[in-house]
């Protein structure tokens, strides 16, 4: 019997059930990942250049920021977790072949995930934590600094979100390889 494949590039009747579940929670945790990242570009900061003054921007922000930061650092840790456990089910499945493979390809993924750990790092807990911690202290951001850290978050979660479209390009590849009989 043929093997039935998913979109992931695992093979039902040649996996365990395991496999199957990290895979879906990879999924998951990605889409929530890049949900939130747009959710944010295309809603929330546009929502708050909407607001006149910069005590409301701010609050705006900080309650908003408040829900995407851990939501956001939260999905990028399952999808890195269970892509992790996921790459052990194909170095199981080629053995000694597995960096000739895969290893060129695997490189430039594990490249782009360590930029896109630090850039989402900086949005999350640099720039939108700054936000959150000054309106929960009371205190106000300059209306021109509350700019431009709204600015910087903007650029750095397009950045984010174009790095996470590249890994998922990069990630069908790799599963294109990995399909290719021996």
Do not use: C
Request: zero cysteines.
């Amino acid at each position: 019997m043929p093997a039935i494949y998913i979109s992931a590039g695992l093979w039902f009747n040649q996996q365990p059930m395991s496999d199957l579940l990290t895979t879906w929670a990879h999924l998951l945790g990605l889409a929530v990942y890049f949900g939130s990242g747009v959710t944010l570009v295309v809603v929330l900061l546009p929502m708050a250049t909407q607001i006149s003054t910069a005590p409301d921007k701010q609050r705006f922000l900080a309650q908003a920021l408040k829900l995407y930061n851990p939501l956001s650092i939260g999905a990028l840790g399952v999808a890195l977790m269970t892509g992790a456990f996921n790459l052990t089910s194909y170095k199981a499945m080629f053995g000694r072949r597995f960096f000739a493979l895969l290893g060129g390809v695997l490189g430039l993924k594990l490249l782009l995930v360590f930029l896109l750990i630090n850039v989402s790092a900086a949005v999350s807990l640099g720039m939108g934590h700054r936000i959150v911690r000054t309106e929960l202290r009371g205190e106000a951001l300059e209306p021109e600094r509350l700019t431009s850290l709204v600015k910087r978050i903007q650029i750095f979660t397009i950045v984010a979100l174009a790095l996470t479209a590249w890994i998922v390009w990069v990630s069908l590849n790799l599963t294109r390889i990995a399909r290719m009989p021996a």
